[in-house]
């Protein structure tokens, strides 16, 4: 029996999205960009899920581009943005504690001319309003801060810092990976205030490879795919019609969710962190538990590696994570425990555990029955 | 079930030694090391890199067994790096793959698989394990002649032998690669790896200008009697033997004949002066008890090389080896190892080159 507890990593796909998908590959093979029937007939399910979307967001469907996956929206935001807007100056800002989504394509733009500053985050794992603020200037084309940190599920008042980076420079456009937040907390685009925000279908029951990115009415990014000008031109390529409908379902049901989902996973991350603080008295919780996604528990244990403990949870048939997982497969220090403060040491016995929809009591009682005996394996080498 | 972790590099070796060990009835785990920083260091060869991840890993699903990728790279960095780079600037020759083996393989990796509740760790090199926990265990010489490898393994005592497996020491490396065709191994014709895996394109030079500057500076060639002879492009350039890239004319062939890296000089003589008599070595392990003074041993100083005969008087401080006949060109950093001289192919153990004595001229 497997015990699945890596939901910030990727989401099973639900039931109904399977359906939907499956019935759409079957039946409509159109191309939404042609004129005829099957055409028309695929456009339609394409804009009945814009209009899914838009609303799961707080957002109108004509701000909706959909892209082939989170990475790409964060890609595009940050590309995208800067190009179209290099005239305006080449200050970019970015928070510490990014997903390498960004962090990378930042990297990018510096070795593209542009200045980046990183902005600190807080040992709590927040980014603060005035310290991301405080970086804008007159030159200052965009920031970027995520929503919800993936690795410690830590919210940010997003609202707060596009207020006050607006505030600064109002010409400045504010990004939001938000690839965490859908289903986790409840989004209101055009009430935080953001230009830009990043999606990925997989993070809430949909599937793989399908995204969007949220392009505020009034701002505009240049395109990084080129071609047959879809998606207003903003990404080119014939449309994912199955995945995007997927989507589209995924977060209509996300949305709706949001809070009786919080309720349950709330009690059982409860549930999970007494019992290990009970088995494993000097187990360092990262980042705080306020502000913090229901589903996400991330924690250290002194002593130990996590990659050994990953290895012995999934002989046990628990699956969670630890630190970033590089191509190989390697698992590297994670740069969101250094940039809120942990030392390398405990940063690398480091265990994230994210819950989701499929949760259950079992998969709680399930880590809290192996991870003491397993720990005490791993640190009896050390 | 006995559980066994086996290295795998995303060689064939490694691949067969996997697939030879599930044959057997092993609950079988493979995993790889992540050795250096960054996603590669060598596009070429080696351990490290990222194509011979996805090689091993695709080879595992064949063989139908887990496998991961762990990360040791700072481990490997504050150990063999570090050394390589000491030795290169203290003018030794160093061999890496000796190192990871005692810090890596055979150590942190050993280790490591104890804790994953492996019974052994496997490996893909050419050496043979003999005996029990009661009799003792013996370490014996790949049976493949050419492609031994017990010469690297020379710091395996009896607790790693315990616990340590080489199945594809018992074959001819031929064999080994048609078992990877038949079981469809996409490893089975991948040559094999000599250069050092984090040394790029096997550009030593390269790697020594950029990453040891202290061992780059240029200084000068001298001769035997302490003439300057010409100039050396920094102390990591050369080893004890070298004769190519010496830019020098003295009308006669000379050889690097040693390396004084505190003075920044580099000696060049004639072949004779290459000449060594005795050598002492330090670190010394030995798979068994250390033998009585005087005992008669083989020995080889370098990986593939010939092997000398001479006398082994140890002590707790090292090991002093005297040559039957003078042996040409020994460079310290390089390890020794230690052959029976009743059974040529038994391992006695090792170490690593500390000092070496000219050989008495002749009269």
Redesign the interface.
Known sequence: MEHYLDHAATTPVLPEVTDLMVAILREDYGNPSSVHGAGRRAKELVEDARDRVARAIGARPDEIVFTGGGTEADNLALKGAAAKLRGNGEHVVVSAFEHHAVLDAAHWLEGQGFDVSIAPVTPEGRAESEVVAGLVGPRTILVSVMTVNNEIGTVQHIKAIADAVHGKNPHTVVHTDAVQALGNVPVDLHAWGVDLAAFAAHKLGGPKGVGALFVRSGVAVDAIVHGGGQERGMRSGTLNVAGIAGFGLAAEIAAKEVYEKSERLLAMRERLLTGLRESIPDLVVNGALEHRVAGNLNVSIPGT?G??LL??L??AGIACSSGSA???????PSHVLLSIGSSRQLARGSLRFSLGRASTDEDVEAVLDALPGIVQ??R??A | MRKAVVAMSGGVDSSVAAALLVERGYDVTGIMLKLWRGETANNNSGCCNLGAAEDARRVADVLGIPFYVLNFAEHFEDTVVRNFHEDYSAGRTPNPCVRCNQWVKFGALLERAEVLGADVLATGHYARVRGTERDGFRLLRGRDANKDQSYVLWMLGQRELARTLFPVGEMEKAETRRIAEELGLRTARKPDSQEICFVRDGDLAGYVTENIPGASVPGPLVDTGGNVVGEHGGVARYTIGQRKGLRVSLGRPVFVTSIDAERNTVVVGDRGDLAVGAMDVMELRFVSQAPAPGTRVHVQHRAHGEVNEGNLTADAHGARIEFDRPVEAIAPGQSAAFYSATDPDELLGGGVISATVPAAVPA
């Open positions: 590696e990659e050994t290895l012995l999934d002989q590089c191509a190989s497969g390697a698992l590297d394996q791993a009896r080498a």
